[in-house]
T-cell receptor, first 117, second 110 residues
Framework: GAVVSQHPSWVICKSGTSVKIECRSL??????MFWYRQFPKQSLMLMAT?????????EQGVEKDKFLINHASLTLSTLTVTSAHPEDSSFYIC?????????????FGPGTRLTVL | QKEVEQNSGPLSVPEGAIASLNCTYS??????FFWYRQYSGKSPELIMF????GDKEDGRFTAQLNKASQYVSLLIRDSQPSDSATYLC??????????FGTGTRLLVSP
């Protein structure tokens, strides 16, 4: 299989604080990871593509200065929500690409539920 | 026009029946196709992937791909109440990221 972990699984913070979420590929190396956000009863929304050793590519409308992404190794990407506000409360999910010989297959982490008070 | 389209449902089937989930895509250059299952409040879980035209079977699941018609489907045999979830179709158009449909909600009644 391909296991992707996220930490923490849930976090509650006060408005104005920053929150860091870690995404790890446990049994494979991932040159590419992705960060998604999902609001209740809505579809997955891709926020950014994270490539190891280079700057992340953000989707249109996603503030790169607010959502800082670092992909420092082949098994770890981090998302930092800076100066979080209640509207940032959401389910944040990472995924990692694994090459299966005929292209990449994307595996998801379990998600991090962020609540900003 | 959405790149990957799915009927949002809900698709309701009785326990033991075959559930048929459908997906169409617009990019003829799409290379690979995926089905994910997402339970409420959880992250998506990969069920199947398919690259070539035809059928691919894995247990109770069968993925079907028809590139000429730009159509991919997922059949779930002997549906169980535990199969009740949202099923996401995803397409790799040749770039790193996947394009997801909005998902079909499946309800399997006992």
């Amino acid at each position: 299989g391909a296991v992707v972990s996220q930490h923490p699984s849930w976090v509650i913070c006060k408005s104005g604080t920053s929150v860091k979420i870690e995404c790890r590929s446990l049994d494979f190396q991932a040159t590419t990871m992705f960060w998604y956000r999902q609001f209740p009863k809505q579809s997955l929304m891709l926020m950014a593509t994270s490539n190891e050793g280079s700057k992340a590519t953000y989707e249109q409308g996603v503030e790169k200065d607010k959502f800082l992404i670092n992909h420092a190794s082949l098994t770890l990407s981090t998302l930092t929500v800076t100066s979080a506000h209640p509207e940032d409360s959401s389910f944040y999910i990472c995924s990692a690409n694994r090459d299966r010989g005929r292209g990449d297959t994307q595996y998801f982490g379990p998600g991090t539920r962020l609540t900003v008070l | 026009q959405k790149e990957v389209e799915q009927n949002s449902g809900p698709l309701s089937v009785p326990e033991g029946a075959i559930a048929s989930l459908n997906c169409t895509y617009s990019d003829r250059g799409s290379q690979s196709f995926f089905w994910y299952r997402q339970y409420s409040g959880k992250s998506p879980e990969l069920i199947m992937f398919i690259y070539s035209n035809g059928d691919k079977e894995d247990g109770r699941f069968t993925a079907q791909l028809n590139k000429a018609s730009q159509y991919v489907s997922l059949l779930i045999r002997d549906s169980q109440p535990s199969d009740s979830a949202t099923y996401l179709c995803a397409v790799n158009t040749g770039f790193q990221k996947l394009v997801f449909g909005t998902g079909t909600r499946l309800l399997v009644s006992p």
